[in-house]
């Protein structure tokens, strides 16, 4: 890098100098050389007092001026600036015009930033600063303007011209172009700008809305893909109807498209009634798709949805506000999510998936609040803690409040704020203002980085009948913040009698260091089931005693802690044996007696009451890097032969019971992807992968048979992913039967990719090496490179943390390779070499000494520099 690239804070923030009233955009398509011609009508900024002589500065990078234009007349070399990252000249007036004509060049936009073309369409994505590597503007998200956008291009090629709005006119032009006219009535930021153009296939359906409104609802896909959209449809209709019953929120236009593309660096992007999509986010038929992929599909419909009025009626003020609309969004998908399925498993995902990306991201060198105070790249902050603790802090405001409580700060919020850009602090207001509360304490989630660490301690008075609960927080400092505040959260508790009565169930409201809390009438010893339902993102240090987890196991009424309490009981078990291990070496040994988890572990699996889909995930061990995280230093090795050795055990006490299970969920029905049925395949999946840790080869002869004959891709999956740690002929046939028939299916092949590369097998990396000469693999597809490079690090512990440094390496280099294309995935691929701190010392420096490899490249982009700085520091 040639300079230190600036850093943004957030309390420098100002007001623009000057409002951007209306845009008016004409594109030139043209894959080596698209012009575009902007027309834009500025306002000095009341706000800031400005007017003539004060400077207009706009930004743009990666494009060439060809001419500008203030009030119709061409402006002198002299009188204007433009650089790397801008435009700049003097306002000749309180209120003027500017028109601007540059040239891009999407067939070499390799950082899918901007405008690109993918596959061979035309598409766009803004967010969070690509606008401005399409055309010179002020692009923030607090300059809100309506936008009317002409697209020519070639009729053959791109029949299908889109963008935000309605369609005002189509017309043929000369030379075999014709020519689309949008226009959006609603003011946006220019990061929901989006243009899509192509040959792409149509699939179309309508909604009509709660006040009556018919919706025309399209699809755009790749030919020969129309047949994998029933799926996307169906959720954004139902997600449609959810916002309308839940929230009164109706959608606003008279038309809502969705595009699937294939070269894309996120999951969607919730353009103004014009979703982009990474097309794995939209394209499912049961042969293609997993029940896995249906949930991932109908919760990411949903929210690209739902930021029509989270995100796009009501946006950010500036990118530090990021969480105002995407933790709110996730909140909503996964409540949409919970309405659809089974809410308990849902918050076990949701949780999980919390505790695998975003406890540890606030743990380790990378940690920030919810609303950061400063960034170098804004791209690198579409985090874990934005998106999913920020989610976690809107549900404890839900749970705070109540149902009611919370929908009335809805209301307010939407009412006050709508058509303006405004800060997590506005919504937080709305919320007290709608329900006479005070925030003030609770506000601090926003600003305070760092995961909580609460610990618990039950005494009962068996004379008074009274017992007391008292609980201690602590948050350990992050960087940068060493003194932390105490917090304000709700921690539901339930006292359960030895018969299994709930004694007492309660919502507590903790806000000290240390508070005691008494229950009255209390009849006897109670069991305490702490934190349910997750409703504080916490980490709770307390562990019961295994006959309690046991207990709790079989008997909580809260669902999520009788899951939970399986997985402490595990960790507990695993934790003491990694470090038994250290010293034998022998996993079994150090594990030593487990009857009594199997048993409580057999309880749930043979409880007919409860749901599938909740057995399914009651009887998944805590995964190698959870594990991990809770060990210091963490060797990964030991990790991973300890938990196959508690594996082993459980599969072979339980084998009876999970030949059953495998037996009594074969399904003879044509593929359904509804809940019920998902978390019956689900529960057959769990068994068949305990059949085959038993080590007896009929159960990997019965995983060959599995993937042979399945009949939907769940099973298939399900049978492959078994058959993929073994060393078995098996394994041969049917990685090169997924490869023969979907190699040239470019979502399904990324499969067949990153299940090689999480294979336990110590060949995986020679294996990796080989499939990046794949004809299929390209660096220059995000997916591709996420599926075969970006597992191996994430979900390859035992591998990518292999002892000589090789993993590292390997790795190290990818990114580099990658960043010269695609910065912004490069670095958002770079947070696991950051986890140094974490392993020996051996490892650990050979992890910082990539870090100050990747630190010395030429050339190294903003994005990647951030990442690996914070990193090694
Ligand atoms: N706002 C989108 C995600 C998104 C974010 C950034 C992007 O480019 C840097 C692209 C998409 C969402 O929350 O779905
Ligand atoms: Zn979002």
Not at 190 to 200: H, Q, R
Not at 288 to 293: C, L
Not at 675 to 700: K, N, P
Not at 817 to 829: G, K, S, T, Y
Request: glycine letters at 6%; proline letters at 4%.
């Amino acid at each position: 890098m040639s300079e230190q690239p600036q850093v943004i804070r957030r309390e420098d923030y100002t007001a623009p100098a000057f409002l951007i009233e209306t845009v008016e955009l004409v594109f030139d398509l043209d894959r080596e050389a698209t012009i575009v011609a902007s027309r834009l009508s500025l306002v000095a900024n009341p706000e800031r007092g400005t007017g003539a002589g004060d400077m207009v500065s706009l930004d743009g990078e990666d494009m060439k001026l060809l001419s500008l234009k203030v009030d119709g007349v061409a402006l002198p070399a002299d009188a204007y600036e433009v650089d790397t990252t801008g435009l700049r000249f003097k306002a000749p007036s309180e209120r003027f015009v500017v028109e601007i004509e540059t040239r891009i060049s999407p067939v070499n936009n390799t950082r899918l930033e901007g405008l690109y073309v993918s596959q061979s369409a035309y598409c766009t994505q803004c967010e969070a600063e690509g606008f401005r590597r399409i055309t010179y503007f002020m692009d923030r998200p607090d300059v809100m303007a309506t936008y009317r956008v002409t697209i020519n291009a070639p009729r053959e090629s791109c029949p299908v011209l889109l963008s935000n709005g309605n369609l005002v006119s189509s017309t043929d032009l000369e030379d075999g172009r014709h020519q689309a006219v949008w226009d959006d009535p609603f003011p946006k930021p220019c990061y929901l700008f989006a243009l899509v153009a192509g040959d792409l296939a149509c699939v179309e359906d309508s909604f009509k809305t709660m006040s009556g409104r018919d919706v025309a609802l399209r699809i755009f896909v790749e030919h020969g893909n129309e047949d994998r959209c029933d799926y996307a449809m169906d959720s954004l209709k139902r997600a449609m109807k959810w916002d309308e019953d839940v929230y009164g929120l109706e959608y606003d236009l008279d038309l809502f498209n969705i595009v699937a593309v294939s070269d894309f660096n996120m999951g969607a992007m919730e353009n103004k009634s014009l979703n982009v999509f990474n097309a794995k986010y939209i394209l499912a038929k049961s042969d293609t798709a997993t029940d896995t992929d249906y949930e991932l599909i109908e919760s990411i419909v949903a929210h690209e949805y739902f930021h029509n009025w989270s995100g796009n009626r009501v946006t950010c003020r500036d990118w530090f506000q990021l969480s105002l609309k995407e933790g709110l969004t996730v909140f909503r998908d996964q409540e949409f999510s919970s309405d659809q399925r089974s809410r308990p498993v849902q918050r076990i995902n949701d949780v999980q998936r919390l505790r695998a990306g975003q406890f540890p991201e606030d743990g380790g060198p990378l940690a920030h609040p919810v609303r950061p105070d400063s960034y170098i790249e804004i791209n690198n902050f579409y985090t874990a803690t934005v998106y999913q603790k920020g989610a976690e802090v809107i549900r404890m405001m839900h749970t705070l409040l109540g149902a009611e409580g919370y929908r009335k700060g809805i209301d307010l919020y939407f009412e006050r704020h709508d058509g303006q850009a405004v800060t997590c602090d506005d919504f937080v207001r709305a919320m007290e203002d709608a329900n006479g509360v005070n925030f003030d304490q609770f506000r601090l989630w926003y600003s305070q980085a760092g995961t909580p660490n609460l610990v618990w301690e039950g005494n009962y008075d068996a004379d008074k009948k009274v017992f007391c609960l008292t609980i201690e927080q602590k948050t350990e400092p992050t960087p940068g913040q060493t003194l932390k505040s105490d917090l304000q959260m709700p921690v539901k508790i339930g006292l359960l009698a030895r018969d299994g009565r709930e004694l007492h169930a309660q919502t507590i409201d903790l806000t000290q260091a240390k508070q005691d809390f008494l229950f009255e009438d209390i009849a006897e010893q109670p069991v305490v089931s702490f934190n349910r339902d997750f409703s504080a993102p916490v980490n709770v240090g307390t562990t019961p005693s295994h006959d309690d987890l046991a207990f709790l196991m079989g008997n909580d009424t809260d669902a999520f802690n009788r899951w939970e309490a399986g997985q402490k009981y595990a960790s507990d078990l695993l934790i003491a044996a990694v470090r038994a291990y250290d010293k034998s070496g022998d996993a079994d040994a150090a594990l030593g007696n487990v009857d009594a988890f199997c048993d409580a572990l057999r309880a749930t699996l043979t409880n007919d009451d409860l749901d599938k889909a909740f057995r399914a995930q009651a009887m998944i061990l805590p995964g190698e890097a959870m594990l991990a995280e809770q060990l210091r230093p963490a060797d990964p090795e030991a990790i991973y032969q300890v938990r196959q050795a508690l594996r082993q055990k459980v599969a072979i006490a339980l084998q009876d019971e999970f030949e059953a299970a495998y037996r009594h969920n074969a399904s003879n029905d044509a593929y359904s992807p509804d809940a019920t049925s998902a978390g019956q395949r689900a529960l057959r999946a769990v068994a068949l992968s305990y059949l085959a840790a038993t080590g007896e080869g009929v159960f990997i002869d019965l995983a060959l048979a599995q993937y042979r004959t399945a009949d939907n891709m769940t099973d298939r999956m399900a049978a492959l992913t078994v058959l993929n740690n073994q060393d078995h002929p098996g394994r041969e046939e049917a990685l090169a039967d997924f490869e023969s028939r979907f190699a040239n299916d470019t979502v399904v092949i990324d499969k067949w990719f990153s299940l090689q590369a999480m294979s336990s097998r110590t060949d995986t990396l020679e294996q990796i090496k080989k499939l990046m000469e794949h004809p299929a693999f390209t660096m220059r597809n995000p997916n591709k490179v996420r599926a075969l490079v970006g597992t191996f690090a994430m979900a390859n512990q035992r591998n990518f943390h292999a002892a000589d440094g090789r993993g590292y390496a390997f790795y190290a280099d990818r990114l580099m390779e990658l960043d010269n294309l695609n910065p912004q995935v490069a670095a958002r691929l770079a947070a696991p070499l950051g986890k140094w701190r974490k392993f020996d010392e051996d490892r650990a420096s050979k992890m910082k000494a990539e870090l100050k490899r990747i630190l010395a490249k030429e050339n190294l982009s903003r994005d990647l520099y951030e990442i690996a700085s914070k990193s090694i520091a």
